[in-house]
């Protein structure tokens, strides 16, 4: 959150990424707003400009796609899903809103460990504003292979998809704060301990 006045250049994006003990992936990247700014955001305008965001961060390579199923990052303009969703499930919570897409398939997906993970985007209460957070659950990567991972296949994921999905998210989460208030700001990753695991 930013310290002090809006007009301050410097934004706090928490940050926490870390490997459960079944290897799945639990990732959360949050900023604060300040309350003023709250009716211009809801679930669905998070999750619409998240997939803006991935398209263009990505220069196109990666292509969310809207399907009747659910959503799909796609490689190019392949059929190849990197990454399959469920259709987006919008709820209303403790004066919030949520999006909830269940993780289905996908080329980046261990195969035996579908319909397991969840990407939400949040939108609660906080002190005197707003928290807009966005969290990976139990999500398990091709990469990692196995619920027991070697050291080598961890490191290789830190350095790689876990890297990349972190720059994405907090770069996302300062452009939001960017359009929203108008201030372009330089995100500033503060670590944060929601959950026990191993970091990556």
């Known amino acids: 959150m930013l310290k002090g006045d809006v007009e301050k250049r410097t934004l706090e994006v928490a940050c926490q990424q870390i490997l459960l003990t079944d290897a799945s992936v639990y990732s959360v990247q949050w900023l604060d707003l300040p309350a003023r700014y709250t009716s211009q955001v809801t679930a669905s305008l998070l999750l619409e400009r998240y997939l803006d965001f991935v398209r263009e961060f990505t220069c196109h390579l990666i292509r969310p ?16 899903s990197l990454l399959s969703f469920s259709a987006p499930q919008y709820e209303a919570r403790e004066g919030g809103e949520e999006v909830h897409l269940g993780i289905c398939g996908g080329f980046l997906v261990q195969a035996g460990e579908c319909d397991r993970g969840m990407f939400s985007l949040l939108l609660a209460p906080h002190q005197e504003g707003v928290r807009i957070t966005v969290q990976l659950s139990d ?42 208030t108008g201030v372009k700001t330089r995100p500033k990753v503060k670590k944060v301990q929601v959950r026990e695991g191993t970091q990556t």
Do not use: M, N, W
């Open 65 to 80: 796609t809207v399907t009747e199923d659910g959503v799909e990052f796609r490689l190019l303009a392949t059929s190849l």
């Open 139 to 180: 999500y398990c990567p091709l990469l990692l292979g196995s619920r027991a991972p070697s050291r080598t296949r961890k490191l290789l994921y830190r350095v790689t998809q876990a890297y990349i999905h972190k720059v994405v998210t907090v770069r996302y989460l300062a452009r939001l704060f960017h359009d929203l």
